[in-house]
């Protein structure tokens, strides 16, 4: 397997008790990542629920993640909001910043034909100074941008990809497209290992938030041919991911990282947080008994 691979991380917002941003929880989960093999940062995604966070802190948000990072892997943001005015004043506030990309979701609350889509990125990426990833998330907006969308969209000079979180047929069909100059980043975390031996070598999830090491983990041991530990360690992740979903993934989440040391509430209000019993059930847990016993550099 060849050794280039990219490991982005979709980073949580931790807040404060009043939603402003907790920065010793921001500070303390990107060193995490960036110490432990992790590539890049997604700032501002889903995982960081950007379109619940208020204006000033996800300004916040995008200056402390700029100064903590200092250039250590690729620095993406999200800005995509539910129309284009939105997407657009998050972009102009971006395109005063040292990042390396802007990810913006489709539209959502409200439809939008692929034509319109076409229209509302091609714009979007006229006004970005930064190159503009395409965000597919059907499963959150309910529109799925469609392979010939994505393939016009493609020629624009300023959109540099796509992150993909649906279908893995859907998007193993869009990889084997092979637009030019176009990156397809997937949202497999339960696959990585796999992916990884097939060449397919760009992944992005919010769940490596929670266990960097292992997802890193996971890329040296295909690297070194060694794919049975590589297997060991996507099984771990894979309990994680099981454990998240069954006890809702933003206060599972704090939990997880409360207990690694990594501070903050992970979900905004009306989210609530596990209650101390709920708490001490999902630590107890072998999922969570594992990471924490792993334990990261």
């Given at each position: 397997?060849?050794?280039?691979?990219?490991l982005i991380t979709a980073i949580a917002t931790p807040l404060g008790d009043d939603e402003e941003l907790h920065v010793e929880g921001l500070k303390a989960q990107i060193d995490d990542q960036l110490d432990n093999g992790i590539t890049g940062l997604?700032?501002?995604?889903?995982?960081?629920?950007?379109q619940l966070l208020?204006?000033?802190t996800y300004r916040d948000l995008v200056d402390r993640s700029i100064e903590f990072a200092r250039g250590r892997g690729e620095m993406l943001v999200g800005a995509g909001d539910?129309?284009?005015a939105r997407s657009r004043d998050r972009i102009l506030f971006l395109n005063q910043k040292k990042i390396d990309g802007i990810v913006a979701l489709s539209p959502y609350l409200l439809k939008?034909?692929?034509?319109?889509?076409?229209?509302?990125?091609?714009?979007?990426?006229?006004?970005?100074?930064r190159p503009l990833f395409l965000y597919d998330l059907p499963g959150l907006t309910g529109t799925k941008l469609e392979f010939d969308t994505v393939r016009a969209l493609s020629r624009h000079s300023n959109i540099a990809g796509i992150k993909c979180s649906g279908d893995i047929g859907s998007t193993r069909q869009l990889i084997d497209?092979?637009?030019?100059?176009?990156?397809?980043?997937?949202?497999?975390?339960?696959?990585?290992?796999?992916?990884?031996?097939s060449g397919i070598k760009e992944?992005?999830?919010?769940?490596?938030?929670a266990a960097p090491h292992w997802v890193s983990g996971i890329a040296k041991a295909c690297i070194k041919g060694d794919f049975a530990n590589a297997a060991r360690l996507q099984q771990n992740l894979n309990g994680l991911l099981r454990l998240v979903r069954e006890n809702g993934v933003f206060a599972t989440f704090t939990a997880l990282?409360?207990?690694?040391?990594?501070?903050?509430?992970?979900?905004?209000?009306?989210?609530?947080?596990?209650?101390?019993a709920r708490t001490e059930l999902v630590l107890q847990s072998p999922a969570a008994k594992e990471l924490l016993k792993s334990g990261a550099s």
């Open positions: 397997m060849n050794e280039h691979y990219s997604l700032v501002g995604g889903t995982m960081g629920v950007m208020s204006d000033a539910a129309s284009y939008f034909s692929q034509p319109e889509l076409v229209d509302y990125f091609q714009s979007l990426a006229d006004i970005a100074k497209m092979n637009l030019p100059n176009f990156r397809v980043i997937i949202a497999a975390p339960d696959m990585v290992d796999t992916l990884l031996r992944h992005l999830d919010g769940i490596f938030a990282v409360n207990a690694r040391g990594i501070p903050g509430r992970y979900g905004p209000r009306p989210y609530r947080m596990l209650d101390q």
